[in-house]
């Protein structure tokens, strides 16, 4: 994980500056969103949480930005290469244990917070003026869910590689209602995992 961030984190550099000329290339605004979206999805799944707690905000300015309710400018570059950088700081003390500034992430965090506050605020209010002209017609209609059934086979080893399969699951319990049932006909009883 920690390979494959570095080098994202690196690409990400070069195509921030790549937007500083071209600020409205969808092209290159995709490449930086899914960029974030990665490192944001993969540092949870290996249990780098205050990486994709820091991660999650930016990846939301991207994603307004690639809708169009958000235009690109230097602050918002500058920002995420301030960011980027604090990443790259994060990822190091994790491995090397050295002391962050927490209040620099911090700060990172609540400007970009600031950048999406008015974006929120309006869509907040369509979705409130939606839920009103809906209403009335969701009352004779039923309920629809989708329902996905998700089989998932960790590799014997998965704990090995830093891998925390809980931090998946409550990744997808945030999609909607989980229910998860575990299969343990294959785990060894406890004599064989204590010899």
Known sequence: FVEEATELLSELETTLLELE?????????????????????????????????????????????????IKINKEIIDLTLAARDQILILLSSNTNKTR?????????????????????????KKSNCNKIENKSSDIDSPIRNKIYRIRFYPFKEILESGTNPVLLLNELREL?????????????????INA
Do not use: C, W
């Open 21 to 69: 000329n071209v600020p409205d290339d969808q092209e290159t605004i995709a490449k930086i969103f899914r960029a974030l979206h990665t490192i944001k999805g993969s540092s949870g799944m290996f249990g780098y949480i205050e990486i994709s707690e820091f991660t999650h905000d930016i990846e939301s300015v991207y994603d307004y930005v690639r809708k169009g309710e």
């Open 100 to 124: 962050i500034d927490k209040e620099q992430s911090q700060l990172i965090v609540e400007s970009f917070r600031k950048i999406t506050a008015g974006v929120r605020t309006e869509e907040e």
């Open 176 to 192: 909607g209602k989980l229910i998860a049932v575990a299969r343990i006909n294959d785990v060894p009883s406890i004599e064989i």
